[in-house]
């Protein structure tokens, strides 16, 4: 027999277990066959008929291959169009350390505070970048873009108004069209009217609550705001201001001319354009506005040694305490970027920022003295990166001229916008400067460059020239060498637990493999170096890419047609709504603002609900944790004049697939709502069943969850939404670039396919598994789930399960009993980092449970490693129990441990150091040292440092 067509499938690297680990389970859990355990475990009636529908699978090479030739088919000009979106030097430190680390990108979001310093500290040290350079007090770790920042700013000053009366939001009209295009969807929802004008101080009528503002302007030109802000603050008004990061090394900042809130994308610091993303947006304001922020914020606190710790402050103002009363829906974010671009921060220091913005704004002015020396008008007086030029019947001419020279600028009717960043070079300039040359006739020595170098000034206005100094703590000061860099990234990723390191068995986070092959084309420069604006003939790699994975989803979940715009789980929430809005208008149902939302639901559900103006109203759960049937049923009847729509999760929270799913959605549509499927649980339903077999309407998809884009800390995300046919008219449309029809309701992100540049991760997974990989994977999702619990039940109690006893690709691990020896579940999930491992969801969807989420990359050996360490741990709770051990000071309470905790001269405690570190043999093989003890949550709120702190600043709090 010959070998030579032998080929080495990818599905059985994502998957984790061997074909004989594999067997052992089935036979652990008593069944013959892994169709046997998922007939057990997915209802009949909502099973697949069919195979999925897929492209055969590709091995790694053969996909890297075929990528490969769709990135060719991108085209990367040198990008001049500016607003909002700039090339970039990434530098190669980043890139490969951080970018392309799976020990960075891997990484969960930072709620186990004492195995995530690193990244605590890098964000840190972002918001310290952001409150220095837009001169305000408080900073968030990062929003999804910048035009739904400038959305969540909007809602921010709306919700604080001092004149309740005020509901109109006065917009620049010189601000980023896709940004108007943003807070026109998100004005909707709260009858907040949008005034769009040449704004001035006479616009400043009694009705309005506040301002936005763009600095510098859309157009590039800067426009001193100061007495506009005084005379608003003298009405009430506040303002918000959207600020170009790069131009604040020059400019004052508009914390100092009175902008009550900044916002704005850090992209310019190192990360590539990407196609519209994932970058990471900043939010900055006043402290007196700290309790409303929306988004997650980084705070200074001790630990239980009384050191330096870092962890997430205020989450009580998040919406998965506040729910429907949050000030904002954002759940996943940007971390990796915000991480990126503060180590871009750190790396160059504020001299070598300062050094790259002046060499933006020189060639700048070259550019526009060199062009006006030809001939031309330039528009802008002040401007720091953009000039424009009036190009009359000229249009035409120059851009055939630039396109033939591989360059794209920014054409407003007869005038042309160009934007330097800081890729662009000398000899850069010396080419758009003979195409504007030719097309008058003439050439380069036309133009006397020399003289125009020696009598460079400034185009930047006096009195906004900035004077303030940033970034002057040592962090910003230190690491300017790449030796210093390097070690520096290294230092912080090795105080992180990533999946480098251990499984993450986090409750609907789905934390699988991101593979390498999958990671790999991200950081092309043929996917990275696209502007999300190029012209359509420059992009058809792109748009091959997001055809097939529309196509490939589309048939997954079983939906006529998916939307690539929302850029987290969230953000596909509140699209899917306001779809499901635009659907009931176009009826003429304009009064359906009922919302139904199980207990069980995500904090998110409700939160996205209201922002899009609608009221929740809760359906209850019964004591096996399903929806309550007879409860749904009277509270659709009772508001079926008002019913809008249901949001349901499935398989539910609580880890089942709940047996009346189609009933459920019977019983919505027949009152006049309809289903919005939370898709966060799609793992378990990958080619088995589907949202749309269900007879959902939409469902969003975290692609950051089920389709391996990893979690970055905090972020990137993917979010797209699959609709049903009558649907599809209502997708999101773009203001810049048309994505979908007349009736497409408003866009509800900065770029009209969101994070384009990570959609290739997911595209990559599912054409390297193909249809059978897919459902193999779901199936070997659910067989670790039940593995689990069959190992664990006997040890801790399982809430809720099928009517088989299974449960889907998740559980719930009751924990609450150990209250009464003092024992909480947090206790639990500190006590696992000792034996190396991350925490479970902790305490969603019931309080005091652990939520397990093994996903079907983990083999059986680790899966085993991780319940000898629950069960190690539940001996533990049972010494409390039994009173061998005291209350206060034992194993549990004192988790974790630090090694310096462990080495320390002095040990005082009840049980041995090899006890506090080394509880099981594995670990003398594989430990990982939590960087800090217990960290001071209430410490940290009280007085909330969300800053670099100076030395002294930290021994005073
Ligand atoms: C993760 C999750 C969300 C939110 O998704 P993000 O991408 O974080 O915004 C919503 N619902 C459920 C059930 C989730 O698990």
């Given at each position: 027999?010959?070998?030579?067509?032998?080929?080495?499938?990818?599905?059985?690297?994502?998957?984790?277990?061997?074909?004989?680990?594999?067997?052992?389970?089935?036979?652990?859990?008593?069944?013959?066959?892994?169709?046997?355990?998922?007939?057990?475990?997915?209802?009949?009636?909502?099973?697949?008929?069919?195979?999925?529908?897929?492209?055969?699978?590709?091995?790694?090479?053969?996909?890297?291959?075929?990528?490969?030739?769709?990135?060719?088919?991108?085209?990367?000009?040198?990008?001049?169009?500016?607003?909002?979106?700039f090339d970039v030097i990434l530098p190669g430190v980043i890139q490969r350390n951080v970018f392309e680390n799976p020990g960075w990108y891997?990484q969960?979001?930072?709620?186990?505070?004492?195995?995530a310093q690193g990244r605590l500290q890098a964000l840190l040290n972002f918001q310290t970048v952001i409150c220095d350079l837009?001169?305000?007090?408080?900073?968030?770790a990062s929003?999804?873009?910048?035009?739904?920042?400038?959305?969540?700013?909007?809602?921010?000053?709306?919700?604080?108004?001092?004149?309740?009366?005020?509901?109109?939001?006065?917009?620049?009209?010189?601000?980023?069209?896709?940004?108007?295009?943003?807070?026109?969807?998100?004005?909707?929802?709260?009858?907040?009217?949008?005034?769009?004008?040449?704004?001035?101080?006479?616009?400043?009528?009694?009705?309005?609550?506040?301002?936005?503002?763009?600095?510098?302007?859309?157009?590039?030109?800067?426009?001193?705001?100061?007495?506009?802000?005084?005379?608003?603050?003298?009405?009430?008004?506040?303002?918000?201001?959207?600020?170009?990061l790069m131009s604040l090394t020059l400019?004052?900042?508009?914390?100092?001319?009175?902008?009550?809130?900044?916002?704005?994308?850090s992209q310019r610091f190192g990360v590539p354009?990407?196609?519209?993303?994932?970058h990471a947006?900043f939010?900055?304001?006043?402290?007196?506005?700290?309790?409303?922020?929306?988004?997650?914020?980084i705070?200074v606190?001790?630990?239980?040694?009384?050191?330096y710790?870092l962890?997430?402050?205020?989450?009580?103002?998040?919406?998965?305490?506040?729910?429907?009363?949050?000030?904002?829906?954002?759940?996943?974010?940007?971390a990796l970027l915000a991480i990126m671009a503060s180590f871009y921060a750190v790396y160059h220091g504020p001299q070598g920022i300062k050094n790259i913005a002046s060499r933006i704004h020189d060639l700048?002015?070259?550019?526009?003295?060199?062009?006006?020396?030809?001939?031309?008008?330039?528009?802008?007086?002040?401007?720091?990166?953009?000039?424009?030029?009036?190009?009359?019947?000229?249009?035409?001419?120059?851009?055939?001229?630039?396109?033939?020279?591989?360059?794209?600028?920014?054409?407003?009717?007869?005038?042309?916008?160009?934007?330097?960043d800081e890729s662009t070079t000398y000899?850069?300039?010396?080419?758009?400067?003979?195409?504007?040359?030719?097309?008058?006739?003439?050439?380069?020595?036309?133009?006397?460059?020399?003289?125009?170098?020696?009598?460079?000034?400034?185009?930047?206005?006096?009195?906004?020239?900035r004077?303030s100094d940033y970034l002057t703590h040592p962090v910003f000061n230190s690491y300017h060498s790449e030796s210093e860099m390097l070690r520096y990234i290294k230092s912080l990723e090795a105080k992180d637990?990533s999946?480098c390191?251990?499984?993450?068995?986090?409750?609907?986070?789905?934390?699988?493999?991101?593979?390498?092959?999958?990671?790999?084309?991200?950081t092309?420069a043929?996917?990275g170096g696209?502007?999300?604006?190029?012209?359509?003939?420059?992009?058809?790699?792109?748009?091959?890419?997001?055809?097939?994975?529309?196509?490939?989803?589309?048939?997954?979940?079983?939906?006529?047609?998916?939307?690539?715009?929302?850029?987290?789980?969230?953000?596909?929430?509140?699209?899917?709504?306001?779809?499901?809005?635009?659907?009931?208008?176009?009826?003429?149902?304009?009064?359906?603002?009922?919302?139904?939302?199980?207990?069980?639901?995500?904090?998110?559900?409700?939160?996205?609900?209201?922002?899009?103006?609608?009221?929740?109203?809760?359906?209850?759960?019964?004591?096996?944790?399903?929806?309550?049937?007879?409860?749904?049923?009277?509270?659709?009847?009772?508001?079926?004049?008002?019913?809008?729509?249901?949001?349901?999760?499935?398989?539910?929270?609580?880890?089942?697939?709940?047996?009346?799913?189609?009933?459920?959605?019977?019983?919505?549509?027949?009152?006049?709502?309809?289903?919005?499927?939370?898709?966060?649980?799609?793992?378990?339903?990958?080619?088995?069943?589907?949202?749309?077999?269900?007879?959902?309407?939409?469902?969003?998809?975290?692609?950051?969850?089920?389709?391996?884009?990893?979690?970055g800390g905090?972020?990137?995300?993917?979010?797209?939404?699959?609709?049903?046919?009558?649907?599809?008219?209502?997708?999101?449309?773009?203001?810049?670039?048309?994505?979908?029809?007349?009736?497409?309701?408003?866009?509800?992100?900065?770029?009209?396919?969101?994070?384009?540049?990570?959609?290739?991760?997911?595209?990559?997974?599912?054409?390297?598994?193909?249809?059978?990989?897919?459902?193999?994977?779901?199936?070997?999702?659910?067989?670790?789930?039940?593995?689990?619990?069959?190992?664990?039940?006997?040890?801790?109690?399982?809430?809720?399960?099928?009517?088989?006893?299974?449960?889907?690709?998740?559980?719930?691990?009751?924990?609450?009993?150990?209250?009464?020896?003092?024992?909480?579940?947090?206790?639990?999930?500190?006590?696992?980092?000792?034996?190396?491992?991350?925490?479970?969801?902790?305490?969603?969807?019931?309080?005091?449970?652990?939520?397990?989420?093994?996903?079907?990359?983990?083999?059986?050996?680790?899966?085993?490693?991780?319940?000898?360490?629950?069960?190690?741990?539940?001996?533990?709770?049972?010494?409390?129990?039994?009173?061998?051990?005291?209350?206060?000071?034992?194993?549990?309470?004192?988790?974790?441990?630090?090694?310096?905790?462990?080495?320390?001269?002095?040990?005082?405690?009840?049980?041995?150091?090899?006890?506090?570190?080394?509880?099981?043999?594995?670990?003398?093989?594989?430990?990982?040292?939590?960087s800090?003890?217990?960290?001071?949550?209430?410490?940290?709120?009280?007085?909330?440092?969300?800053s670099c702190p100076s030395i002294?600043?930290y021994?005073?709090?």
């Amino acid at each position: 027999m010959s070998n030579i067509h032998f080929q080495e499938k990818f599905e059985d690297r994502h998957n984790g277990p061997r074909s004989v680990e594999t067997r052992e389970m089935l036979e652990f859990l008593g069944v013959d066959s892994l169709d046997q355990l998922i007939e057990q475990t997915v209802p009949a009636q909502i099973r697949a008929k069919q195979a999925l529908q897929l492209p055969a699978a590709l091995s790694e090479v053969a996909y890297l291959k075929r990528v490969k030739q769709i990135a060719e088919k991108n085209k990367v000009f040198k990008s001049y169009i500016g607003q909002g979106y700039f090339d970039v030097i990434l530098p190669g430190v980043i890139q490969r350390n951080v970018f392309e680390n799976p020990g960075w990108y891997t990484q969960y979001t930072p709620y186990q505070a004492e195995i995530a310093q690193g990244r605590l500290q890098a964000l840190l040290n972002f918001q310290t970048v952001i409150c220095d350079l837009t001169g305000l007090e408080i900073a968030n770790a990062s929003l999804l873009d910048e035009a739904t920042a400038a959305a969540e700013g909007m809602f921010m000053l709306y919700s604080a108004r001092k004149n309740k009366a005020a509901n109109v939001f006065l917009v620049s009209e010189n601000a980023y069209p896709q940004t108007i295009d943003v807070l026109r969807t998100r004005a909707l929802s709260f009858g907040i009217e949008l005034r769009i004008e040449a704004i001035s101080e006479d616009s400043l009528t009694d009705d309005v609550f506040a301002a936005f503002v763009q600095y510098p302007a859309a157009d590039g030109s800067i426009i001193d705001y100061k007495a506009f802000t005084a005379a608003a603050h003298a009405k009430n008004i506040t303002v918000c201001a959207a600020a170009d990061l790069m131009s604040l090394t020059l400019l004052t900042p508009p914390g100092e001319w009175g902008a009550d809130v900044v916002v704005g994308n850090s992209q310019r610091f190192g990360v590539p354009m990407g196609f519209g993303g994932p970058h990471a947006a900043f939010f900055a304001t006043k402290d007196a506005f700290k309790r409303n922020i929306p988004g997650r914020i980084i705070g200074v606190t001790t630990d239980s040694n009384g050191n330096y710790a870092l962890r997430m402050a205020l989450q009580t103002r998040e919406q998965h305490i506040r729910r429907d009363k949050a000030s904002s829906n954002i759940c996943t974010a940007q971390a990796l970027l915000a991480i990126m671009a503060s180590f871009y921060a750190v790396y160059h220091g504020p001299q070598g920022i300062k050094n790259i913005a002046s060499r933006i704004h020189d060639l700048a002015q070259l550019l526009d003295q060199a062009v006006q020396q030809l001939g031309y008008t330039q528009l802008n007086k002040n401007y720091f990166d953009t000039v424009r030029f009036e190009l009359g019947g000229e249009v035409a001419g120059l851009k055939s001229e630039a396109l033939n020279n591989e360059m794209n600028f920014n054409y407003v009717g007869s005038v042309v916008g160009i934007s330097i960043d800081e890729s662009t070079t000398y000899e850069d300039i010396l080419t758009i400067v003979k195409v504007f040359a030719k097309v008058k006739a003439k050439n380069l020595a036309d133009v006397d460059f020399e003289s125009i170098e020696a009598s460079l000034t400034s185009a930047l206005p006096a009195d906004l020239v900035r004077t303030s100094d940033y970034l002057t703590h040592p962090v910003f000061n230190s690491y300017h060498s790449e030796s210093e860099m390097l070690r520096y990234i290294k230092s912080l990723e090795a105080k992180d637990l990533s999946l480098c390191h251990s499984m993450i068995p986090l409750g609907s986070c789905t934390m699988k493999l991101n593979a390498t092959a999958e990671m790999t084309p991200v950081t092309w420069a043929n996917f990275g170096g696209l502007h999300p604006f190029a012209p359509a003939d420059q992009t058809s790699g792109y748009m091959q890419l997001i055809g097939e994975l529309n196509d490939w989803l589309s048939e997954i979940t079983g939906f006529a047609k998916m939307s690539f715009q929302p850029n987290s789980g969230a953000q596909g929430e509140y699209a899917g709504l306001m779809v499901i809005r635009a659907y009931h208008e176009s009826r003429g149902d304009h009064n359906r603002n009922i919302c139904l939302i199980p207990a069980s639901a995500h904090g998110t559900n409700p939160a996205s609900a209201s922002m899009a103006g609608l009221k929740v109203v809760v359906v209850k759960c019964d004591d096996r944790g399903n929806i309550d049937v007879e409860d749904l049923k009277v509270k659709a009847a009772e508001h079926a004049a008002n019913l809008n729509s249901f949001m349901v999760t499935y398989p539910s929270t609580h880890g089942v697939f709940e047996e009346p799913i189609i009933e459920i959605c019977e019983i919505i549509h027949a009152n006049g709502g309809q289903v919005y499927m939370d898709g966060a649980n799609m793992n378990a339903q990958v080619g088995l069943t589907s949202p749309g077999r269900i007879g959902a309407d939409v469902c969003h998809l975290n692609l950051h969850k089920t389709f391996c884009i990893p979690h970055g800390g905090g972020g990137p995300g993917m979010g797209p939404i699959g609709v049903a046919a009558h649907l599809v008219p209502f997708l999101p449309n773009h203001e810049v670039v048309e994505v979908s029809g007349e009736e497409g309701i408003t866009a509800v992100s900065a770029a009209p396919f969101g994070s384009a540049s990570i959609l290739i991760i997911s595209h990559a997974y599912i054409a390297m598994m193909g249809g059978d990989g897919l459902t193999n994977a779901t199936k070997t999702a659910i067989l670790n789930a039940n593995y689990i619990k069959a190992r664990l039940e006997n040890h801790y109690p399982v809430l809720y399960s099928g009517v088989n006893g299974r449960c889907a690709h998740e559980m719930i691990l009751d924990c609450r009993a150990y209250k009464n020896v003092g024992v909480e579940v947090a206790d639990i999930a500190k006590r696992l980092m000792d034996y190396s491992f991350h925490a479970p969801t902790v305490s969603f969807p019931v309080a005091g449970t652990l939520m397990v989420e093994p996903t079907e990359s983990e083999s059986k050996a680790e899966l085993d490693r991780f319940c000898d360490a629950l069960i190690a741990i539940r001996q533990e709770v049972a010494a409390v129990e039994a009173g061998d051990v005291d209350q206060a000071d034992n194993v549990l309470k004192n988790a974790p441990h630090t090694a310096s905790v462990v080495t320390a001269d002095e040990w005082t405690r009840s049980y041995s150091r090899q006890t506090a570190a080394y509880p099981l043999a594995y670990l003398k093989d594989r430990k990982f040292w939590p960087s800090v003890g217990r960290v001071n949550d209430s410490q940290g709120d009280r007085t909330l440092i969300c800053s670099c702190p100076s030395i002294e600043e930290y021994a005073e709090a």
